[in-house]
């Protein structure tokens, strides 16, 4: 299952979140973000609830996250070739 996590970060904390972040098996990928989310998380799990315990007990009790909103994938990507 994959997921994709949005951020609203405290203001200049971004580099701080990811290097927080770095090395939790389930991310794949942080991207930084312009408007309004600051960043975004790519994850990977086996299940809903990994990806929940995932969101709840590492990334939304960081000191400096203010929100998150977790994205759900089903399916098959679509690939351009």
Do not use: Q
Not at 33 to 51: F, H, N, Q, R, T
Not at 52 to 66: A, G, P
Request: proline content about 1%.
């Amino acid at each position: 299952m994959k997921a994709f996590v949005l951020l609203n970060t405290e203001l200049g904390m971004e580099s701080k979140i990811i290097e927080a972040l770095n090395g939790v098996e389930e991310i794949t990928n942080i991207h930084s973000l312009y408007g309004i989310y600051d960043l975004i998380i790519e994850m990977e799990a086996d299940s809903m609830d990994k990806i929940k315990e995932v969101v709840f007990n590492k990334v939304r009790r960081l000191d400096n996250v203010k929100s998150t909103i977790t994205l759900l994938t089903y399916g098959e990507p679509l690939h351009n070739e």
